[in-house]
């Protein structure tokens, strides 16, 4: 990503249920947007970070929804640039922050990357976000990355699943439209290119 075109980017700020908010920063160099997910709370929970270039767009719209250091929990799918890069410039926002991720990846790489030790969850762990339940849901290679996972709020049955429904161009936070679809054409599009 090039990081010297900030004029073009902008993060919007959805409440996608009560309390959980979407960021999105759409990257019209790639036509796709990245989003992050706040589930605010007694002690709020970050999923996703986005890639460092993206960090002041996202954490200001982050900070227009709550102080950055009030953060307790940062959380991603895999180890990617657009799910962690950022995480240490978070880490150093978000003082009382903790990383939470699957114990295996939390071994291999999350403890050497991250500036702070990560907390390791066990599949099927949940942290309580004040009246928020987050369980954090192990899947190894899906979508892909052995590190893989999902994050599931059960007060509002709000599935994050990062890159499992990736589609190219902008769409609406919460749709009841067919995801599939959009989702194998951009796997497909991305395979031509290769």
Request: proline share 6%; net charge negative.
């Amino acid at each position: 990503m090039r990081r010297n075109h900030p004029a073009r980017i902008n993060t919007e700020t959805t409440e996608i249920a009560p309390d959980v908010y979407r960021f999105s920063t759409y990257v019209s160099d790639a036509n796709l947007v990245m989003n992050e997910y706040l589930i605010d709370g007694d002690e709020p929970l970050l999923f996703h970070m986005g890639q460092r270039a993206l960090f002041p767009f996202t954490s200001a719209a982050v900070g227009r929804v709550l102080p950055l250091d009030r953060l307790r929990w940062i959380a991603f799918g895999h180890v990617e640039a657009d799910e962690c890069g950022s995480m240490n410039s978070w880490l150093a926002a978000a003082p009382h922050a903790e990383v939470a991720h699957g114990a295996l990846s939390c071994f291999v790489q999350v403890d050497d990357l991250a500036d702070r030790r990560p907390r390791p969850l066990q599949d099927g762990e949940v942290i309580e976000v004040g009246a928020r339940r987050v369980r954090h849901i192990d899947t190894p290679h899906v979508p892909h990355g052995w590190d893989a996972c999902l994050v599931y709020e059960e007060t509002t049955s709000t599935l994050l699943c990062g890159d499992l429904f990736t589609a190219f161009g902008r769409h609406p936070a919460v749709t009841d439209s067919e995801i599939v679809g959009p989702a194998l054409a951009g796997r497909r599009w991305a395979t031509r290119r290769r």
